[in-house]
């Protein structure tokens, strides 16, 4: 079984910053791109970032500027740090594994919960 662990959700101000993290096995991360993804009540889940293993990313537009992904390899850990938060931000946040051939995640870890108050 392959399990993603998010961490580092929370509370927190408009105008505020967060970082979450994500581990995963290393036979998982070592080979495949990772990303974020966030689902809002009564939204669909999209998608925040990717980063491929070289370190090539892609953003959301809603997020541009704003949120960096990074990962570490070393530690088999992807990392989303999210600066001046909006309320719209509000979602759970959920880190995922692609598989080669594929655009849509095979693995996905527990998803945390990110509030942002106004």
């Known amino acids: 079984q392959v399990q993603l662990v998010e961490s580092g959700g929370g509370l927190v101000q408009a105008g505020g910053s967060l970082r979450l993290s994500c581990a995963a096995p290393r036979i998982i991360f070592r080979f495949n791109t990772m990303g974020w993804y966030r689902q809002a009540p009564g939204k669909q889940r999209e998608l925040v970032a990717t980063?491929?293993?070289?370190?090539?990313?892609n953003y959301a537009d809603s997020v541009k500027g704003r949120f960096t992904i990074s990962r570490d390899n070393a530690k088999n850990t992807v990392s989303l740090r999210m600066a001046s938060l909006k309320p719209e931000d509000t979602s759970v946040y959920y880190c995922?594994?692609?598989?080669?051939?594929?655009?849509?995640?095979?693995?996905w870890g527990q998803g945390t919960q990110v509030t942002v108050s106004s």
């Open positions: 995922a594994a692609y598989t080669s051939g594929t655009n849509w995640p095979s693995y």
């Open positions: 980063i491929t293993t070289g370190g090539s990313t």
